[in-house]
């Protein structure tokens, strides 16, 4: 193109710049959504540990608080929430806990050879960033692959009362 007898070789070169520009700026977004996902995932995580702890000390309180000779774990969550084996009602929990990863109250339990919920865990078959370095409360098997196989659990049953 010419523009007062000279040749303008300016607005290819601004466009093709323009062009580089937003796919820096697309790859840089990316870049970004793929950290903060991470991050949120990371999140979600200890959010878990701390709701899985929650329960796994609702339950160990449950069960030390047996009246009787025979400790029991309770039958539902809600057992949790008031108990009703004493004459005033006592709260091992406050709240049924939504699943951090899930984001549904609904937990897969584990439960005793009576019936009782021993252990809660979440029911998201997604595979988690932690894989090592759980605390006693987490009872993780080796090849976990999943947060279902993070079992939230009071761990010292047998040392504490029998």
């Not at 160990?60 to 039958?75: C, D, I, K, M, N």
């Amino acid at each position: 193109m010419f523009l007062n007898g000279r040749r303008t070789t300016e607005s290819g070169f601004t466009y093709i710049a323009l062009i580089f520009a937003i796919a820096l700026f697309g790859i840089g977004s990316a870049h970004f959504a793929v950290l903060y996902s991470e991050q949120q995932k990371r999140v979600r995580e200890e959010e878990l540990l701390r709701v899985g702890k929650e329960y796994a000390n609702a339950i160990r309180s449950y069960y030390l608080a047996s009246p009787g000779l025979q400790p029991e774990f309770p039958q539902q969550l809600s057992d949790l929430l008031t108990d009703h084996r004493f004459v005033g009602t006592r709260h091992h929990l406050r709240r049924i806990y939504i699943d951090p990863i899930t984001q549904n109250a609904e937990w897969g339990l584990v439960r005793d050879s009576r019936g009782g919920i021993q252990a809660v865990y979440s029911k998201s078959e997604s595979a988690p960033k932690k894989s090592a370095n759980f605390p006693a409360w987490v009872q993780v098997s080796t090849s976990a692959a999943t947060y279902s196989d993070w079992k939230f659990q009071y761990a010292q049953l047998k040392s504490r009362r029998q």
